[in-house]
């Protein structure tokens, strides 16, 4: 987690203003305006009608935004998404749907909302503020959407809190626990992730309690853990079963009925 995040009001207008305000006050952020000296670290920006993520050491790089709207993730709503996919399969979608899911991982929110267009009611937890808010634009973006805003709501809402204490005062068992952690680097070799992705990494670093975190997540599904690897990435325990897909395999733990 970063220790410094300066919000820097970029846009003129009041609208924009009263949004990053309202989020310096909240979690007493520190905000810059004009031409006062914007410390290194993080900008969080206000721009047209959405919030974004800027790493300052990087001004060429694309700030992050979470938009559900994009013309990628439309595309794949409409023309790739089904339930026979490797990612529904494990997660355990039907045709009934109404399954309840738990993503312990949130992110950038992606695998939340397809799950969310598969019929799923999704809570996904995400443990930064920071990601959060963007997380909660991008919803109240969608919410504006003549297709998705009708229903988003019902489907898929996002709770700031830490995973590993969330699903310990559960009071309800969810079907399914949805766990995607982000580990190191498992080759140094490899290619780096995309300049975007490089910001997130950065900002969150590693998920250091990933092993805490799926023990939690088996004690509190009701059906089934399902954790997101890369293919050539050992298990987290042993899996009732993995489904495998180009680059990433999906590892299904089962629960046993008391």
């Not at 007493?28 to 974004?52: C, Y």
């Not at 080759?187 to 799926?214: T, V, Y």
């Not at 023990?215 to 009732?240: D, F, I, M, N, Y």
């Amino acid at each position: 987690m970063i220790e410094e995040l300066s919000i820097v009001l970029r846009v003129t207008g009041l609208e924009s203003r009263k949004v990053l305000e309202a989020l310096a006050e909240k979690y007493q952020w520190p905000v810059h305006i004009g031409s006062a000296p914007i410390p290194k670290g993080f900008a969080l920006e206000f721009e047209q009608d959405h919030l974004q993520l800027r790493d300052l050491s990087q001004p060429k790089v694309k700030p992050l935004i979470v938009d559900f709207l994009s013309d990628t993730l439309t595309y794949r709503r409409k023309h790739g998404l089904s339930k026979t996919q490797v990612f529904a399969k494990a997660i355990g979608v039907t045709a009934r749907g109404g399954l309840t899911v738990l993503d312990a991982t949130a992110g950038m929110g992606v695998d939340s909302f397809f799950l969310a267009c598969l019929d799923c009611k999704v809570t996904a937890i995400e443990r930064s503020p920071v990601i959060f808010e963007l997380l909660q634009d991008g919803l109240r973006r969608a919410r504006e959407d003549k297709e998705i805003g009708p229903w988003i709501d019902d489907y898929l809402q996002f709770v700031q809190a830490n995973a590993i204490d969330f699903m310990k005062a559960l009071n309800e068992k969810p079907q399914v626990i949805y766990v995607d952690p982000m580990f190191p680097d498992m080759d140094e070799r490899s290619a780096l992730p995309k300049k975007e992705m490089q910001i997130f990494r950065k900002l969150l670093g590693a998920d250091l309690d990933a092993n805490a975190l799926f023990e939690t997540a088996l004690r509190s599904a009701s059906e089934r853990v399902v954790v997101k690897r890369p293919s050539e990435a050992e298990p987290l325990g042993e899996p009732t079963h993995s489904f495998e897909g180009k680059t990433l395999r999906y590892d299904m733990y089962k629960i046993s009925k008391p």
